[in-house]
């Protein structure tokens, strides 16, 4: 089994770096093809795991000794267990559709080698991040996924909000990696080990003080990757990569490692639970903050990032309430449902040469047919109707909120659920019924590739059925992972369905009805919440103000203050004078042997003084 | 009744002498001879310093210098004549090919 797991964990390293031969030529079709071939790989070595790993069997390997410094020891260790292997198939599985629907996608990108060596590239972290059986070797997949999506959102970075997003996305991320190290540092000084199996066994010997410092800074790593509120800007702004790169990281992959760092160390959190309640109440207030951004925003991608932002904050409610499985499905179900969703507006801005306002597009199902369909598919999910994927763990969450008497996280949840059907019909119905609104602006939208179509049928499919997976996937997770049922009674359970199925039919029929007659955003700018939330909420703006500004007057002043006038005037001075010794004294070889002499005679004089008068130890 | 320092102090006086030529002068011959004064002048310090102590080391030393002075004279004053064939003088000053 060893092989199956180094093969899955190698093979997209293989494709990145076979595509970076090719970097800086023109667009080779064969790099796209072989790195989709050897993610594919990864995902039937991925799969074979799955099938292999069950009740008692996990595949650890230990590839080599890696850090050896006095009593600090760490070794390349890859574990696949039962949480792992969920993670690894889900990851491959995007990720081989992504690859496959890029090939079209990007097919008229200068830049196509090098974008699938950094996709390949960005996989592998993932696959390192999930599949590593220690917190170090977690933390290089982490940088790596980072280092990447700031390649990928920077793809064109000639594009000045191109290249700016993808250093925002990096140095937010960066924050956040300091309290994560932190967190790590924590455990190696209490624990002497990095070591999963090693970390969870001890960690209850601690200190609760001491706990609740290690689980409080490795949330703040989790925060920054997952896009939690306050660290939560560069996940929308990120969406100037292509498409392909936002269903990839945006949804499927990167961010959710933030919502997997807390589910592997439930041990950790299991004893913390106010740190673990605080979780919930983030997530809650995040779900229902980013839910709100998204309800009149116009951008087509910006939509389904704040969606995203969203639905990480009903992964991380649940969990917060100790229902770690429940988070690890919802994950999993949005991972399909969102990347499908990115997918389908990357056939948008396609067809509508890369215009994402979606009040200049409208009346696209005539000439989009599939994509219509494949998007209507999506959003019932991610609105959380049954039988779709969405309903069963969005659910679930919002029956663990309400079975542990939060009846309040409860509420902000499902407002949430609400917002969600109604934003993700609101783009739906923008974007393909009503006028079509595209022709004053000259567009002539077209289908995009059947291939691509072909790759987004997956994941559809998956968005559709992956609910119905609900009681293995629990079984299969919860070898590992604590067991948790939610306990309400069969009518409060009927209720809860009806409560929330209803207020999602609402949201939709809402956006339905209003959007099918005309722009119903006005109602927004009655109440008068149009331009906050239009401007989330003027976050950016205070980060700008309140944090950009002062640091660049700061950096300003070091730069022409400390740095000009005091370090490279030191420097500067030195080197002058050691110029202007030299070339004052170049004069004493005259070339004259006697004047020579004389030089020598008089430095034999100064050191015998020196000798005479010096002397040291007396 | 001559004791160590008498020795010692002629040994200064000669090095003087000898640095002072090699200061002053312009001669490359008598450049070498100032030289040898200079060294002779240590000779004796070395002799003496080594009857004081007992210690037959010094007086090797001064036979070494004796040994390695012969030679370099010898030397020099090969090169010396062939300076002397080449440019018809021996003053110091005609040697400034090297300026910084």
Redesign the interface.
């Known amino acids: 089994m060893e092989k199956y797991l180094y093969i899955a964990l190698f093979a997209p390293i293989v494709g990145s770096l076979f595509a970076a031969l090719f970097g800086d030529r023109p667009k080779k079709l064969i790099t796209g093809i072989v790195t989709s071939a050897l993610l594919f790989i990864s995902w039937i070595a991925s799969m074979r795991l799955l099938a292999f790993v069950d009740e008692h069997t996990t595949v650890h390997v230990k590839m080599m000794d890696w850090i050896a410094a006095g009593n600090f020891n760490v070794d390349f260790g890859f574990v696949a267990d039962q949480v792992s292997v969920i993670m690894m198939v889900t990851v491959t599985t995007v990720s081989t559709l992504v690859h496959v629907y890029s090939i079209g996608y990007m097919s008229h990108d200068k830049g196509f080698n090098r974008y699938f060596s950094y996709l390949s590239a960005f996989v592998f972290s993932m696959m390192v991040l999930v599949m590593s059986d220690n917190f170090v070797g977690l933390f290089i997949g982490w940088e790596g996924v980072g280092l990447c999506s700031w390649l990928l959102i920077g793809h064109w970075y000639h594009k000045h909000s191109a290249a700016w997003a993808a250093n925002e996305a990096f140095i937010m991320n960066r924050i956040a990696d300091l309290g994560m190290l932190i967190g790590i540092f924590l455990i190696y000084w209490n624990l002497g080990s990095v070591n999963y199996d090693e970390v969870f066994a001890n960690i209850g010997n601690l200190d609760n003080t001491t706990i609740t410092l290690i689980g409080i800074f490795l949330f703040i790593g989790a925060m920054g990757k997952s896009a939690q509120f306050p660290l939560h800007t560069w996940l929308a702004d990120a969406m100037e990569g292509p498409t392909p790169v936002s269903a990839l990281i945006h949804a499927a992959t990167m961010v959710t490692a933030g919502v997997y760092l807390v589910v592997r160390s439930y041990d950790i959190y299991m004893l913390i639970p106010n740190v673990s309640y605080f979780i919930a109440c983030l997530g809650a207030f995040v779900a229902i903050f980013a839910a709100s951004m998204a309800l009149v925003n116009v951008d087509l991608k910006r939509i389904i990032a704040y969606s995203t932002l969203s639905q990480l904050g009903y992964m991380f409610v649940a969990a917060g309430l100790g229902a770690y499985w429940i988070a690890l499905f919802h994950l999993m179900t949005h991972a399909f449902f969102k990347s499908v969703l990115f997918l389908g507006a990357g056939n948008v801005m396609h067809a509508m040469d890369d215009e994402l306002n979606i009040k200049k597009m409208g009346g696209l199902k005539d000439s989009m047919k599939w994509t219509m369909i494949i998007m209507t598919v999506a959003s019932l999910a991610l609105a959380g109707i049954w039988p779709l994927a969405g309903f069963f763990s969005k659910d679930k969450i919002l029956e663990t909120a309400f079975s542990s008497n939060h009846y309040f996280l409860w509420f902000m949840l499902w407002i949430g659920a609400g917002m969600t059907a109604y934003y993700s019909f609101r783009l739906v119905m923008l974007v393909f019924f009503g006028e079509k609104r595209y022709e004053k602006f000259g567009f002539h939208p077209h289908e995009a590739y059947p291939y691509m179509l072909i790759a987004m049928a997956p994941l559809a499919i998956l968005a559709v059925i992956a609910g119905f997976f609900e009681h293995p996937f629990m079984h299969y997770v919860t070898k590992l992972l604590p067991e948790y049922e939610p306990h309400v009674g069969s009518g409060t359970f009927i209720f809860l369905v009806v409560v929330t199925l209803g207020i999602a039919l609402g949201g939709i029929a809402l956006a339905v009805v209003k959007f099918s007659k005309g722009d119903f955003d006005e109602f927004f700018k009655k109440i008068g919440i149009y331009d906050i939330l239009k401007n989330q909420y003027y976050i950016p703006q205070f980060y700008q103000k309140a944090i950009c500004d002062p640091y660049a007057k700061i950096s300003e002043f070091a730069w022409k203050k400390i740095d000009m006038k005091i370090v490279d005037a030191t420097v500067d001075f030195i080197a002058a004078f050691i110029y202007k010794s030299g070339d004052k004294t170049r004069a004493m070889q005259t070339g004259n042997l006697s004047t020579n002499l004389k030089w020598m005679a008089f430095g034999f004089v100064v050191l015998l003084l020196a000798a005479l008068f010096y002397r040291p130890g007396m | 009744m001559i004791t160590l320092t008498h020795y010692l102090v002629l040994s200064a006086i000669l090095f003087a002498i000898g ?1 002072a030529g ?2 002053r002068r ?1 001669n490359l011959l008598l450049l070498f001879f100032s030289t040898e004064i200079m060294l002779n002048a240590v000779n004796i310090g070395f002799a003496a310093v080594s009857k004081f102590y007992g210690d037959l080391t010094g007086q090797m030393v001064s036979f070494f210098i004796i040994a390695v002075a012969a030679s370099e004279v010898a030397v020099g004053l090969g090169l010396l004549v062939l300076w002397y064939k080449r440019t018809g003088t021996i003053d ?2 005609s ?6």
């Open positions: 640095l090699v200061i312009k110091l000053e040697m400034q090919e090297m300026k910084g």
